[in-house]
Each structure stands twice: as C-alpha cells, then as structure tokens.
C-alpha cells in the first residue's frame, strides 16, 4: 500500500486546513486510514482514524476540531481540521493498518508539513 498526504502548509491560529491521504488501494476496502503527527522534540502522536466501516477514531486532544473523512475520490481520505492552534505545529502523517486502533500502523506515507503561526 502507498500513501500520499498532501495539503499542508502555513495557517494563523483559528484558521483552518484540509489535509488529504491518496492511497494506492481504494480506501475501506482493506485497510483503515490514519493520520498521525509529529512535532520537533516530541514523539508520534495518533490524530484520528476511518475504519473500514467508516467507523472514526480521534485522538484526546482533538475535541471536536478535526474531522476525518473520506475524500473525494474512494482512494482518498481527509482530514480537515479548525481553529488551528500554534500547538498543532507538525509533521502529518497517514498510514493504513488492517486495525484502525493499530499501535504499529503497517504502511505509511511521507509527511506533509503543518505550520501555524500567532
């Protein structure tokens, strides 16, 4: 499985992003998505995850500021997130895993950069 995350970039606090995961197989038909991220100094941290049943999964500090979803094609999942805050500061990964609550994602993408700035 190959994974392409693209859609970060630079944002103010309270703006928002869209980030989107293309994967090589259509999404849901094997694999749940997840999205992780990646701050400097800090370790890996789950964001959110669509299973296969479109079942979804966030992390703690989310609260109902993200959502992920699937994108517009069957391949694609999305994660779009709001009022940003400078703490959201990372690198953003996507991984697919047969298990969305997977502690060791199987596949992953290379990271799309999210900068948010006071």
């Known amino acids: 499985v190959q994974l392409q995350a693209s859609g970060g970039g630079l944002a103010r606090v309270g703006e928002s992003l869209r980030l989107s995961c293309a994967a090589s197989?259509?999404?849901?038909?094997?694999?749940?998505v997840g999205w992780f991220r990646q701050a400097p100094g800090q370790e890996r941290e789950f964001v959110a995850a669509r299973g296969r049943r479109g079942d979804t999964y966030y992390g703690d500090f989310v609260k109902g500021r993200f959502i992920i979803s699937r994108g517009k094609t069957e391949n694609t999942v999305d994660l779009q997130m709001t009022n940003l805050q400078p703490g959201d500061t990372a690198v953003y990964y996507c991984a697919a895993d047969p298990n969305p609550r997977s502690l060791l994602y199987q596949f992953w993408g290379q990271g799309t950069l999210v900068t948010v700035s006071s």
């Open positions: 197989v259509r999404a849901g038909s094997a694999y749940a």
